[in-house]
């Protein structure tokens, strides 16, 4: 079919993707019933940084989605990062198989479609999996992300943030759990008490919870995740010998029970790369698309503090070339301060079985454009691989909203065999770098070596010294024999006070 015989409202939206730029291949205009392959849509490179939503209900297609744009971007030299929930996005490494669906699709979308496998590493959280195991140190993590995951009230995260505080200031390495147990335990000690108390303290109750907290984390394994060697994020900015992007599956069914944890972890992921990338701006193409999937799980039950903290790194990463995808069922499950930072949406069909889904519905209608499409009856009837996309133009204004119908992925649609996975990841590179915890001295080994406090009469407290020689909390702290030890490590990366960014994760030197 020529252009000239598609109709009117076809073409209207086909040239409103006719970029002149690099740009992902989505798939073909849907009206009626009817797929247009010669009215393509598309997303262009640079505007990837600009963010974007992939949601729908499940079933309708959404990992195929995120798998069909990671192709694309490593086929054009652009590193992704995707977290594999449910475990079938590793097909990513090997070719497709064509067969009649296949086939059928790639005709109606007038896709080129030829079997194709991509780069790709795979990691695991603290190596609960076959993956590369990812690691942080509780003292990069941060407090406000570790009380998250811990699900602490905005007290109780006030109580860890003084915690990490006295810990930074005091070189008191905090590599994993048993490290910030032994620090808690000593702040509310009798000598640890009087450390404290120029800061208001730590109550016992308070502690108490943390503990058991940290316990429980500890008990359902979530103690592997921290620790040493600690991931460098730069990893996910590779590039393969031939030029194209890196694929990282990071991959999270062992642990898909503690959900808190992996969305807190890839949100860790994040803020490393906001603080680590230096500032770009807007580049032809980004260094890095982050596929954020479950996305509502990052969101539900957050502190106000911690929601501002998500949309000021979604809103200043973009300059630092870096594009985000949040991946969900519906709009709404997107904070309103993201959602209006997400420049590119892929819109799969949602259901509207409940008054609930009915609402959900009309507040997804609500935050396209206007368009020729009745989206209600539109998104309610689309099948599956099917979607509503409406994106950024090259010159930043929104395209036309259009029903497409998505091309086929190119590479395996599931997951590859146990054994070819581990044989990836045996022959990684990075392997060696990563698969081994390591336990250095640190906050537990020190308290634990601190000399008992001294039975004899106490010594006669020496004289404040001037301000500027050091005096506040720092000073008093320093100026306690039992901790004059731990002083000494202020000439290494720790033993000096930490900066903190956005979500308290430490700035580190690499």
């Not at 209900?57 to 929930?85: H, R, W, Y």
């Not at 620090?183 to 303290?201: A, C, H, M, N, Y």
């Not at 050091?470 to 100026?479: D, E, N, Q, V, Y």
């Amino acid at each position: 079919m020529t252009t000239q015989e598609m109709p009117t409202a076809v073409r209207d939206i086909a040239a409103g993707y006719a970029f002149t730029g690099p740009a992902l291949e989505l798939g073909a205009v849907l009206l009626d019933g009817a797929a247009y392959p010669g009215a393509q849509v598309r997303i262009p490179l640079g505007v990837l940084n600009r963010h974007g939503l992939v949601a729908g209900a499940t079933g309708t297609g959404k990992t195929k989605t995120l798998q069909l744009m990671a192709e694309q971007l490593s086929a054009q030299g652009v590193p992704v990062f995707l977290a594999d929930i449910k475990g079938d996005v590793s097909g990513i490494s090997a070719p497709g198989t064509a067969n009649d669906r296949v086939r059928a699709r790639a005709g109606e979308v007038g896709q080129q479609w030829q079997g194709q496998g991509f780069p790709t590493e795979f990691y695991a959280l603290g190596g609960l999996g076959n993956g590369i195991p990812l690691r942080a140190t509780v003292t990069s993590f941060g407090p406000l992300l570790l009380a998250k995951v811990l699900e602490l009230n905005e007290t109780q995260e006030a109580s860890l943030g003084l915690i990490f505080h006295f810990a930074d200031k005091n070189g008191l390495e905090l590599y994993d759990l048993k490290d910030l147990s032994a620090v808690i335990s000593f702040l509310t000690s009798p000598e640890g008490k009087e450390q404290l108390k120029g800061v208001g303290g730590l109550s016992s109750a308070t502690a108490g919870v943390i503990l058991r907290s940290l316990t429980v984390l500890e008990n359902e394994g979530a103690g592997a995740f921290f620790g040493e060697p600690e991931f460098d994020t730069a990893e996910l900015l590779r590039t393969a010998p031939d030029g194209r992007g890196v694929v990282s599956v990071l991959e999270l069914p062992a642990v898909q029970d503690r959900p808190r944890l992996f969305s807190t972890f890839l949100m860790w992921l994040l803020a490393d790369l906001y603080q680590e990338l230096p500032e770009v701006g807007d580049l032809d193409r980004p260094k890095l698309v982050f596929f954020f999937d479950e996305a509502h799980l990052l969101f539900k039950g957050a502190s106000e503090g911690f929601l501002e903290a998500i949309t000021q790194t979604v809103r200043l990463i973009r300059s630092k070339a870096v594009g985000i995808f949040f991946v969900t069922q519906t709009p709404k499950d997107v904070p309103a301060d993201v959602l209006a930072q997400l420049g590119n949406r892929v819109q799969h069909a949602l259901r509207a079985f409940t008054p609930d889904d009915a609402k959900a519905l009309k507040a997804t209608v609500s935050t396209f454009p206007k368009s020729t499409y009745d989206l209600t009856e539109v998104l309610t009837q689309l099948g599956t691989g099917e979607a509503v996309v409406t994106v950024l133009s090259e010159k930043g204004a929104p395209t036309p909203v259009a029903a497409t119908r998505l091309r086929a992925p190119q590479s395996l649609m599931g997951p590859v065999e146990e054994a070819v996975l581990r044989a990836a990841v045996d022959g990684s590179v990075l392997t060696a770098r990563y698969r081994d915890a390591v336990d250095r001295e640190s906050a537990y080994e020190k308290l634990t070596a601190r000399p008992e406090p001294a039975v004899a009469e106490p010594e006669p407290v020496p004289a404040p010294k001037p301000a500027e020689e050091g005096g506040g909390l720092l000073g008093s702290l320093l100026s306690n024999p039992m901790l004059k030890s731990f002083a000494r490590s202020a000439g290494t990366q720790l033993g000096r006070e930490i900066s903190r960014n956005l979500f308290g994760t430490s700035r580190r030197r690499r």
